[in-house]
């Protein structure tokens, strides 16, 4: 594992509790969230750092992934197979690990074959047109990227007709060397995908056509992204309805005023706080909120007051709220 190990970056052990790692993040992500580091680079890409180790370790198939595979986790299952085809075909070929380049125990030689163009697979296939199968993956995003949608880099796993053979797997009736009969090799395919705005976590996205390749003349499979929406530290969901907690002096919700309230867009919107407002009221700011899927019409912004009490109170202040008691009808 590299310098920026993720535990490291979160400040906890490797055997650290699921817990823990929530509250190692949660510490950090309000540390260095843009809204409290405005303009300040290091303390983002800090923060960017954070959500990507936490992506990772709060997902239990990542993280036992992570710690077997380290930087090179998201490429787990195909590394796992490869291992598994290796060992297989090796005991096929007695003593003759040559095919493989002489020694195959470390994973990076295993991953340099898998990525490298040695490509092997020992599945069978009939040549008759069939649809690609249907591929699925998992994204998960930020809260602002479910606001304003986004778009993802994804690696997947793929098979491609054999471009020696054309997909036959056969030349000249001898099984094709190259896919060794399959007439298809695996792949690893590098694709965008984007992200529609008022995702929510459990949205599943199709993108028609970005499945496995269909056989023959068959159509392509789909391909489907189980999304999540990472917690945010300021801003809480409920469907299409965002909460934030909005400090308000003391002085402010007694004798009212405007106080600045955050949005999920960036920016900030006056609120009128009107006189003798109580803790805990609520404001709804209409249409500030998620967007509904697939529409232009968004939830509302609910701003929580959370009153605060001034501390650090002179000599002054303290008799001025002691004349206020006494002011003040039992
Ligand atoms: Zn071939």
Known sequence: MGANNYYDILGVKKDTSDKD?????????????????????????????????????????????????????????????????????????????????????????????????????????????????????????????????SSRMINLQDEQPCSTCHGTGRIQNLPCSTCRGAGVVADIKRLEVKIPAGVTSGSRVRISGKGQAGYGSGPSGDLYLNVTVAPHPVFQRQGTDLTVEIPVPLTVAVLGGEIQVPTPKGGKLALKIPPETQNGRVFRLGGQGMPHLGKSTRGDLKAKVNIVIPTKLTEKEKELFRQLDQLRPA
Do not use: C
Request: glycine letters at 10%; zero cysteines.
């Open 21 to 149: 790692i929530k509250q190692a993040y949660r510490r950090l992500a309000r540390k260095y969230h843009p809204d409290v580091n405005p303009g300040d680079n290091s303390a983002e890409a800090k923060f960017k750092e954070v959500n990507a180790a936490f992506e990772v370790l709060s997902d239990k198939e990542k993280r036992r992934k992570y710690d077997k595979y380290g930087d090179k986790w998201q490429y787990a299952d195909q590394l796992d197979e490869a291992a598994r085809q290796q060992s297989q075909y090796r005991q096929y070929t007695t003593g003759d690990s040559s095919h493989f380049g002489g020694d195959i125990g470390g994973m990076d030689s295993l991953f340099d074959e898998l990525f490298g163009g040695a490509r092997s697979r020992g599945f069978s296939r009939r040549s008759q047109p069939r649809r690609g199968q249907d591929l699925e993956t998992s994204v998960e995003v930020t809260l602002e990227e479910a606001f304003n949608g």
